[in-house]
């Protein structure tokens, strides 16, 4: 890669160009194509608060908010507020400006760790035309937040590692408080084991990774702490609770489920599906007393869906709890099974999701040849339901093709690259900034996925999807670093 005095590659203009182009198009002819914005998770998903109150009452509905952090209902909320009949089209352009922020913000940090020109432009344009992006780009869930806020995040902690001040502590450290505020996968350990790793590798910038940690750690825990004094949680999301009910019990066939109740190991509860309706767990929870607060009394939404942030709730968690450690000592191979399904939804296509069963005909054929070429998805099912059918009648080893190949292969390599550039004989080919950034990034894609795969099922290439930029990155790393081996070697010879 040819460059100039500044280090910047004589490159950059045409490269971002591209980048520009590649986005520009392909967001017209997805649009073309049929592919629309969908609002209607604010309605319809469990993890909104109802839209009446985000209108009336958000403050309020916030405060009292358990089943999730709290920040991403606040930003939606705000929109809500703020533009009660436009606030679909709002949503439409933040949404459409978090996809060219992504866009540019991962060719930017491929440039900050010296990857070849070329190839951060082809992995980028690779990685903004995903059918599965624009999906998400076009979905209002958390996934599009969550990957514009890690790259922001990979970015920050550059510019940190090069000028250590304050400032760029506070940044950082933020950037990282808003991911544990939109999804309690980025726990509260999740930074400070960040905040503990930079105290140690920065020791001429200790004072300023602590002052730039300690608030966002503080505001955290004060989330946490009052949680607890309120529904005796020291969390930041109840939804863990039920969750545990769908990789244990809800992983039992309904004989295995009727055998151990029988048997008095599980308590009938085991029998309902997680995150049914409330009236369904009332043979076994009491009765709790209005409050008085809405976000907390109704048992339904006004969009008609079940308001997982009532009080009856907290009681079904603690029950699914119980069940689930009772699942896992006398009966492991149900949660062997959530695993299992955990790991192949991990490695699916990015468009390859339930919600998007009736968009994704739409962007036949592209989507279809982007999934076999890209990810090495040979065959696609048109339901999760037929991928059980296939199981049942062909057996395992032919869902392999039904997954994504190439992921299956490629993601855990990348994993085992990076780590093999922390030995001691690797090390020195990279500066210090270059170091900490890839430790960051490969601790956050190993962080995530563990948390996600061994803690939930079935949904797990959603999970995944913020965390392509960081794979995307690595990848460039991975090939600018054979090519230039491959170059060395030339000249030697």
């Known amino acids: 890669m040819a460059e100039n005095a500044t280090g910047k590659s004589r490159f950059a203009l045409p490269g971002t160009l591209i980048v520009l182009a590649a986005f520009a198009i392909s967001r017209i002819l997805y649009w073309y194509a049929g592919l629309r914005f969908d609002a209607g998770p604010v309605d319809k998903y469990w993890q909104f608060i109802d839209p009446v109150l985000m209108k009336t009452r958000l403050m309020e509905s916030l405060f009292y908010l358990h089943m999730q952090p709290p920040g991403f209902n606040l930003a939606v909320g705000l929109t809500v507020k703020l533009f009660p009949n436009l606030y679909p089209a709002v949503l439409q352009a933040i949404y459409l400006i978090i996809g060219i922020a992504l866009a540019f913000s991962l060719l930017h940090i491929m440039r900050l760790m010296r990857v070849s ?182 048992a339904a939404t006004s969009t008609g869906h079940p308001n997982f942030n009532d009080l009856g709730y907290l009681q079904v968690h603690k029950l699914y709890i119980s069940s689930a450690s009772a699942v896992l000592v006398h009966f492991p191979s149900a949660y062997a099974r959530s695993v299992a399904i955990a790991w192949f939804s991990y490695f699916l296509p990015t468009s390859d999701l339930h919600s998007f069963d009736l968009l994704r005909p739409k962007l036949d054929p592209f989507d279809r040849l982007y999934s076999e070429v890209v990810f090495g998805q040979f065959r696609q099912a048109g339901s999760r339901k037929d991928l059980r059918a296939i199981r049942a009648t062909e057996g395992v080893l032919p869902l392999v093709l039904y997954t994504g190949v190439f992921l299956m292969a490629g993601l855990p390599l990348l994993t ?29 894609i190993v962080f995530s996925t563990g948390v996600s795969n061994f803690l939930s099922t079935f949904e797990n290439n959603r999970y995944r999807f913020p965390l392509d930029g960081y794979y995307t990155a690595i990848a460039g790393l991975a090939i600018t670093s054979v090519m230039r081996r491959g170059a060395h070697g030339k000249l030697r010879t």
Not at 144 to 161: E, G, K, S, T, V
Not at 426 to 441: C, D, K, M, P, T
């Open 416 to 444: 085992v690259w990076t780590l093999l550039q922390f030995l001691p004989k690797r090390r020195g080919r990279w500066n210090v900034e270059q170091r900490i950034v890839l430790g960051f990034l490969i601790f956050t």
């Open 117 to 298: 020109e070329p190839v951060a432009v082809v992995l980028t344009v690779l990685f903004i035309v995903n059918p599965g992006c624009a999906m998400y780009e076009n979905f209002a869930i958390y996934e599009y937040p969550i990957a514009i806020l890690l790259m922001f995040a990979a970015i920050a902690l550059f510019r940190l590692c090069q000028q250590p001040v304050v400032w760029r502590s506070l940044l950082f450290f933020g950037l990282l408080f808003g991911l544990a505020m939109i999804r309690n996968i980025f726990h509260v350990l999740f930074l400070a084991a960040i905040a503990a790793a930079l105290w140690f590798l920065l020791p001429k910038a200790r004072r300023v990774v602590v002052a730039g940690a300690l608030p966002f750690l503080a505001l955290i825990l004060a989330l946490q702490t009052k949680n607890w004094i309120l529904f005796d949680s020291f969390t930041t999301s109840t939804w863990a609770g039920m969750n545990t009910g769908v990789v244990t019990t809800f992983q039992l066939t309904p004989d295995e489920a009727r055998k151990l109740i029988d048997s008095g190991v599980l308590s009938p509860i085991a029998a309902i599906p997680p995150f049914s309706d409330l009236n369904l767990y009332s043979p076994f929870i009491h009765p709790v007393a209005s409050r008085g607060i809405p976000v907390l009394d109704q």
